[in-house]
């Protein structure tokens, strides 16, 4: 009743009334009638309407204004902190100076209000959303605050009254239990409707939402206000379940229980010993999950030891019942509105407006904590949600959005993992995830495996679905406290290796052997994606807080865990000895980890290996994976893994690619490091060669069987091996190199393969891949280390070429001193990388000279070894490895197939490495025990360097029976000759039977593992089951059988590198016995295979007197070998493959040459100047052009002859409108582009506006068909031909198009319109232009001058006006006179002259009154010309002072064009009454009287635009013109421009200087050839014009303001020249383009009179007014020319005097000018809202001609179809525009209906572009660039220089 009768008044007085009541100490009253009201106007049936948000309002107000009340609020704000909430796509900020954490970011107001010069920060595109952290001094450091809130605004607000907010803290609680009883009902289950209908609810509760955010939004105060609501208890309880009398609320309450049920949230999971899932009745969820951690503690103590035995299957543990309650239910009542509120979010998957609003709310600091504490208690169900989520994109990106914002901070980190659990929720959430998608492993024994691994097929991992909860706990394990938390608690640890357990030997790949496979799996992606972020970062996490020796026994728990985890990994998947064969997983996290934690525990806490590493047996085994991994990458380039598809190459790249290679290839190297440092090197050797496969190929015989590669495989494979083990022995980067040593060697490994820009290099440096390592690329130590090795090479133009971006290219001493190949190999992606290092080392040591053939790879130092690792370099001096040396040098020397230089190279690497790192043991006391065993050794010990001289004598092989050896074997002994043995005494051949080596290396392995495994347990050895060698690699029913030879050899390795040499250098003695006194491995740092060897060798003599004895001796006598019998098919074979590439390579290369050769002359004569044919055409002055016919050269047919009127010829042109001419402004400096509110663009002072307004102005006044020839159009449209210079036939072109039009391969241009490239240069064009028949001048009299008087020329062009042109007439004519036929070449000058009509817009066409008159297009025509001669005027930079020669003059083909137009022109005749001609030159009576009626006068010959009239009269006349009548016409119409100058001098004087100039013209005017002085001409104009009224009357307050400097005579002379030369200049070119006279060179100062002087104007270089001739008397055409203007008096069309001072001059067309700084654009532009639509558009773009901002495919501002930006460059640039794209930095051109990506002319500090923004550096404006740009819009290049083009469907 009550609430009844408040609903009827007014809100505020209603508002005003209840508080007033509620402010009494007895409130009770008012509290009652405030919750019926309540009741009322949010009662849950009527759903949320707009009217019950005005109530609310009005209430929290309490009669004042809603706004007011805002602004009264705001006032107590005491935040701190910015909070700004921000959603995707976003531009904020990121600075790595001030960050303390790295998810720093910054909203742009605070980061320009802060100071960030110098630092290291980046502008980004939000792609989750985020918060700004300004005054967070958690986050960032106080020196990077803003100004607003660096100062502590805290302390000076005033304290809030209470009266203020009571309402507030009254109304607001009914308010919000409103939105989640309406959360509550709109809440169903998505299986039984579509996830549409939540989406409803939610669109209805927008409203009310964002009045929440809003009130956020007001600041401190009521925050505070919010937040004691949202986290009362008590409020809670009584409203949530509603009063007892109320029947909804129960029902709705009810809702709220189903929905908990339902969700039956996490099924608790904790941290026992299986984390398996248990099936605990519904609802039980995270705060179950909670209340059973405490009471799980103790029972998962003693599952941890057996639990974690049956690691295959998954124990499922039961939560003991002690830990529930009976009462579940009690145990998930939300306590708090916001605990329910975060509840319904996540149900309804996150809606933003509700995420907004939570995060708004963060910067009041009690709710940040509840709040984080209420997330934590829902982490598993949010997470539980996300797996069920269709769209678990957006909703992963709303979960980031909150959780950074919490667990970046460390305080609230640290604060939630003490009383949250939160370490143990996340990884009992990680498990549970992946236990969702577990398969059994396929790993080793397929049947019997007990392992389980994640399948990268599923969802989970192949959408990365995982991802929020990695980054929260990369996140949480980037704070000390929480990581040290973590390594503290073992349990924790055994859990989180179970997780890893499941990614390793995931993506199991088998390799196919019979066909290919049918589906390639792309499940690849996922894999390697799984590794790096959920095993490999959390792992870079841990290590940086293990980095001290404090913390030293983190890692000893961390290294024992994976020990333990490996052991029950090998038992699982029934490891034994051997791999499986054909698997291959690329997937062993549990090695990383253990490799990882290792290298650190040595390197930085100076722990001792050995108390960290595993039993010999153990190490055995974990070698075996990694190695296989090694071994494989060799089989996948080798081409033994085709069948499997590509993806297994893409695997091989991913594997060693640079994000992913320092968290893979490169701990599997280093674990590989550390086993061989520790287990027996002949075993590991062994190990390698057969992991490889290579171990039959490692035989003396020249034949062998292999059993598991075919013959082209075994040499990749051998190779592969070899330098497998040059990198294992020389890679150091985890054994002993410093961090910037590390850093200096990867950045000089990838400038050697390429040049690089400075992001790629940062790209391609393996950083470490947690970002919150410290180490941050792009550090002061990368500039640093970056300036040490690299030279910067500038951005280069070249004009035709592509835009080059900065390049980092290395210095010389780099290429000279640090050049290391190996790292090379193991760091390029492409194998051509390798080549591609190797062929920029070879350029570089050609042009400093040093070598110039083929170099080999250079042996680099290398640093020291850390001392634990010193077991490794016993590789190298093991008798294994010094046998395969021995073998493979002798089967180069012998030719045998499958080696290669590489294989040499690897050899010659090998000897190296062991000669530079000398055994250390102390081999006096082995050396005798060795040589008891001698005579069943190949070597005495084991050192390397005394190993290179020992001989060997014979050797047993195994050989096939047809092998060369037994025929030689049997041929001996039909000789029955016994061979001298060269060892002792002359013994017998059985001896050396005895003695003769035989080897085996499977034997070799197999006995040192039989001795390891002895010595390390004795159970073991039943399970080693050993097999001879023969009957292991026998392959069953193999082809011949195999017999033992003996070999004789005597060679020791030393010999053989000596025979070797002089093979290589293809002489006998090449090494002489002097060359060893003086040698210095030093000088043979760089060269080919010959300095390699000659550095082995010295360094062999240097270090043993021994070794320097037996070569002295060798190169004593050494004698050419005895291969075998050549005649082999073999021996094809054998002709190294080497040669055979480098011989292809010279015969590609003198391909080339003799290609560039061609294109070099072919380039002289198509693009010279002076080319020939094409210029003959244009100079028909040339003396040959006379008096033959001129030739023309076909293009397409190749035939050369005249253009005929049966088979015309015509040059291939572009013609393409264009409006540049109409942008040019008076002034020289460029137009600013606005960048703040207040700038603004002018566009009317514009040359194409100009021209506008005075047309319409004279078509006012005076006669149209007048006017259409006092002007020229085309400034604005005009039509622009140019030529490449080219010509064909114009029948040989339609068959061109034609075969063109069938071509399906669409190039980018459209044949439809007519359009193609030239044949012969390519070069885009659209049309064809006939040329003209006929000699080059029909006769040799016209060009000579005659001497004729000025009077008798005027009549003779008078004459020539009246007749028609001789000239082929077209259709039109037809009917006048039929006897005229139609040729050819008239039909083509028609389509020609119907191609240039179609090239612009119908509206650029028609200026006249009624549109489609001839009068419209004649005018249309000449402005052709008109437009053409302009443009060739800008091209030459304005005006004529550099001569004949330019670019532009090639293009140019106006020659051809004024024929085509002149033709077409002849259809008009002026009709002679109205012909100027006779106004210019007779004086004529006046004929005032014809002006009466509405006949409008004609245009005053002073307002007409000269040139024009030039163009008019020579289109007119009969072709080909005299050049005596050329010039007549251009000195009469000097004298009009010249009195058109007086005129319009004499209007910009102020009245007393028009008095003094005009008496002293009367002075002058008597004296002799006053016609030639100014003086007395301009005392003429002005007395003259002083009759007509205003022409000096009305302007002359301004003209005060213009005339401030008075007028000098020098001054008038030099105004009169300038407004005089632009008619100069045209008329100049004119003439060189008629009659190829030459333009010749001058200065600025003298260009007036010499192009006076080249008119033939009779003048000198004193004064304008001496080139004057009149005809008649001088002052009484003037006055007749000013009596046109007076007469115009008292007519409406005085008006128009403005006419008189119009100035000719343009600068040159310019761009905008832009600013420097690309964000003083980016800032103001990008939030700008558009012009025509309003909104702020997705792709903002501006145009960089006329500044105009538009919307790039925006389809708010369509029109017809057509989006905003083509429509703009049709009306701004007639087709052609230019954008720069403001999110995009780069530059788009659209050309008619093709666009192009120009690229950027903004570059970062390194001389890099950023397309997209995507690095977001400061970009800064590159000028030479932008001139670029410039002039490619100036020049009308963009169609030839840019190339690649596409249609854009109007939809730009």
Known sequence: MMAASLLRRDKRSTAAHLKADLKRTDNSSGLRQLRELLDNVLHP?????????????????????????????????????????????????????????????????????????????????????????????????????????????????????????????????????????????????????????????????????????????????????????????????????????????????????????????????????????????????????????????????????????????????????????????????????????????????????????????????????????????????????????????TMSNRIVHISVQLFSNEELARHVTEECQLLDIMVTVLLYMMESCLIKSQLQDEENNRHVVVNCGEALLKNNTYWPLVSDFINILSHQSVAKRFLEDHSLLLLWMSFVSFFQGMNLNKRELSEHVEFESQTYYAAFAAELEACAQPMWGLLTHCKVKETHEYTRTVVRYCLETLQMWFDAIGFVDEPALHQLTFHLPLHRYYAMFLSKGVKCQGLDLDSLLPDQE????????????????????????????????????????????????????????????????????????????????????????????????????????????VILSSLRVHLGMSDDEILRAEIVSQLCMNDRTHSSLLDLIPENPNPKSGVVPGSCSFEEMLAAVADFKAPVFEPGGSMQQGMYTPKAEVWEKEFDPIMVILRTVYRRDVQSAMDRYGAFLKQSGVHTGNPWPPYKERTPLHPCYKGLVRLLHCK???????????????????????????????????????????????????????????????????????????????????????????????????????????????????????????????????????????????????????????????????????????????????????????????????????????????????????????????????????????????????????????????????????????????????????????????????????????????????????????????QSGPSTEDRPTGLVVLLQASSVLGHRCRSDTPKRLPTTDEEHISPEDTCGATHDVRLSLMQRYFKDSSCLQSVSIGWVGGVYVQTCGHTLHIDCHKSYMESLRNDQVLQGFSVDKGEFTCPLCRQFANSVLPCRPGRGMETGAWHTPSNKSMSTLVKEVEDLQEQLGIFPVSASLKQRDPILAESNLSKEMESVIKDIKNTTQKKYMDYGKNPGSPDNDFLFMYSVARTNLELELVHRGGNLCSGGASAAAKRSCLNQLFHVLAMHMRLYSIDSAYNPWTRLTQSTQSRDNEYCGDERPEVPMLFRDVPSLLIIFILTMPQPLRKEHFTCVVKVLY?????????????????????????????????????????????????????????????????????????????????????????????????????????????????????????????????????????????????????????????????????????????????????????????????????????????????LVCGAFVCLKGHCCKQQGVCECVLHSQHCGAATGIFLLINASVIIIIRGHRFCLWGSVYLDAHGEEDRDLRRGKPLYLCEERYRVLEQQWVSHTFDHINKRWGPHYNGL
């Open 1535 to 1743: 004298s009009l421009q010249y009195t058109q100058a007086l005129a319009a001098l004499s209007v910009r004087f102020s009245p007393e200087e028009r008095l003094v100039w005009s008496n002293t013209g009367a002075a002058k005017k008597n004296t002799p050839n006053s016609d030639k002085s100014w003086e007395s001409l301009l005392g003429h104009v002005i007395s003259e014009l002083t009759k007509a009224k205003d022409v000096y009357g009305t302007n002359s307050e301004e003209t005060l303001v213009l005339s401030s400097s008075v007028w000098s005579p020098q001054s008038i002379e030099f105004s009169l020249q300038q407004f005089c030369l632009p008619f100069l200049r045209l008329s100049c070119l004119l003439q060189h383009h008629l009659y190829g006279d030459s333009l010749p060179g001058c200065l600025v100062e003298e260009e007036f009179s010499l192009l006076a002087g080249c008119l033939g104007l009779a003048g000198s270089a004193q004064s304008s007014a001496a080139c004057l001739e009149w005809n008649i008397s001088a002052f009484d055409l003037i006055s007749q020319w000013c009596s046109e203007v007076i007469a115009l008096s008292d007519t409406p069309s005085q008006q128009s005097v403005s006419l008189l001072g119009q100035d000719p001059q343009w600068a040159a067309p310019r761009l905008l000018h832009l600013p420097d700084n690309y964000n003083t654009i980016f800032q103001f532009y990008h939030r700008k809202s558009c012009t025509s639509c309003g909104k702020t558009p997705k792709d903002p773009a501006l145009c």
């Open 880 to 1198: 294994t490895l010094h046998i395969v040396i021995f073998t493979l040098l002798y089967k180069i020397w012998m030719d045998h197939q499958n080696m290669s230089e590489h294989v040499l190279c690897m050899v010659l690497y090998l000897i190296e490495l062991g000669l530079d790192n000398p055994v250390q043991d102390n081999q006096v006391e082995e050396e005798p025990c060795i040589e008891e065993h001698c005579h069943d050794s190949w070597f005495p010990g084991t050192s390397l360097l005394s190993n290179l001289h020992h001989v060997i004598n014979f050797v047993r092989v195994r050989v096939p029976e047809t092998a060369p050896e037994v025929e030689r074997k049997r041929a001996r002994e039909r000789e029955r000759e016994t061979p001298a043995s060269t060892s002792s005494e002359s013994s017998s051949f059985g001896q050396n039977l005895r003695e003769a080596q035989v080897f085996s290396l499977v034997a070799e392995r197999r006995r040192k593992f039989q001795e390891i495994i002895n010595r390390s347990n004795h159970e073991a050895s039943q399970a080693v089951r050993p097999k001879s060698s023969s009957s292991r690699w026998l392959p069953p029913g193999s082809p011949p059988q195999l017999v033992t030879e003996i070999l004789e050899i005597g060679e020791s390795m030393l010999s053989l590198l000596v025979k070797l040499h002089q093979k290589l250098s293809g002489k006998q003695n090449s090494l002489s016995l002097s060359w060893l006194a003086e040698v210095d491995p030093a000088h043979h740092a760089h060269g080919d295979g010959l300095t390699a060897i000659e550095r082995v060798l010295a360094k062999a003599a240097a270090r043993s007197r021994h070794s320097k004895r037996c070569l002295q001796e060798i190169c004593g006598q050494v004698c050419p070998p005895i291969p075998l019998k050549k005649n082999s098919p073999g021996d094809k074979k054998s002709m190294d493959k080497e040669e055979r590439r480098q011989r292809a390579r010279e015969r590609q290369q003198k391909l080339l040459a003799e290609f560039a050769s061609r294109q070099k002359s072919f380039m002289e004569t198509a693009m010279d100047v002076e080319s020939p044919e094409t210029d003959s055409v244009m100079d028909m002055g040339s003396a040959e052009a006379l008096d033959s016919e001129v030739l023309y050269d076909c293009v397409i047919c190749g």
């Open 45 to 393: 049936e009527r759903g949320s309407e707009p009217e019950a948000l005005e109530w609310c309002k009005s209430l929290l107000a309490g009669g004042d204004g809603f706004d007011e009340f805002c602004r009264t609020v705001r006032s107590y704000d005491n935040a701190t902190l910015c909070g700004l909430v921000w959603t995707a796509n976003f531009v904020a900020y990121r600075c790595r100076t001030c960050g303390i954490s790295p998810c720093m970011s910054l909203c742009a107001e605070c980061f320009n209000n802060g100071d960030h010069t110098g630092h290291d920060f980046n502008m980004f595109r939000s792609q989750a959303g985020g918060a700004c952290d300004c005054g967070d001094g958690n986050v960032m450091r106080e020196s990077g605050f803003c100004s607003r809130h660096r100062l502590q605004t805290g302390e000076n607000v005033p304290s809030v009254p209470l009266d203020l907010l009571l309402m507030s803290e009254m109304v607001l609680p009914r308010f919000i239990i409103s939105i989640i009883q309406y959360l509550r009902d709109g809440y169903t289950e998505p299986e039984s409707a579509a996830d549409r209908d939540l989406q409803k609810v939610l669109q209805q509760l927008d409203l009310h939402i964002s009045f929440l955010e809003e009130l956020t939004k007001m600041g401190g105060a009521m925050r505070t206000v919010l937040t004691k609501i949202l986290t009362n208890q008590q409020i809670f309880k009584e409203l949530s379940m509603g009063q007892e009398e109320s029947v909804y609320a129960k029902s709705n309450y009810e809702k709220y229980l189903s929905a908990l049920k339902s969700s039956g949230l996490v099924s608790v999971e904790e941290k026992g010993a299986g984390a398996g899932a248990s099936d605990t009745p519904a609802g039980a969820g995270a705060l179950g999950l909670l209340g059973a951690a405490a009471s799980l503690e103790d029972s998962s103590k003693e599952e941890d030891q057996d639990g974690l035995q049956g690691v295959g299957q998954r124990k499922r543990v039961k939560l003991s019942s002690s830990s529930k309650d009976p009462s579940i239910m009690d145990t998930l009542k939300h306590k708090c509105f916001l605990e329910e509120l975060l509840f319904w979010t996540i149900k309804y998957e996150f809606p933003q407006k509700m995420v907004t609003f939570l995060l708004n709310m963060l910067p009041d600091q009690d709710y940040k904590i509840t709040f984080t504490k209420t997330f934590v208690q829902h982490y598993a169900f949010i997470m539980k949600t996300l797996m069920k989520s269709h769209e678990s994109d």
């Open 618 to 725: 153990m190490l055995m085994k974990i070698m075996v994976h990694p190695l296989q991994i090694q071994a494989s990458l060799s089989e996948i380039h080798s081409n033994m893994w085709v069948r499997n598809g590509l993806q297994i190459k893409g695997q091989a790249m991913t594997y060693v690619q640079s994000h992913f290679c320092n968290s893979m290839i490169d701990p599997d190297i280093y674990l590989l490091q550390v086993c061989a440092s520790r287990l027996d090197p002949d075993y590991f050797i062994s190990s390698v060669f057969e992991r490889f496969k290579v171990v039959d190929l490692l035989t003396m015989a020249s034949q062998h069987q292999n059993a598991v590669l075919d013959s082209e495989q075994e040499r990749p494979m051998l190779e592969g091996a070899l330098t497998f083990l």
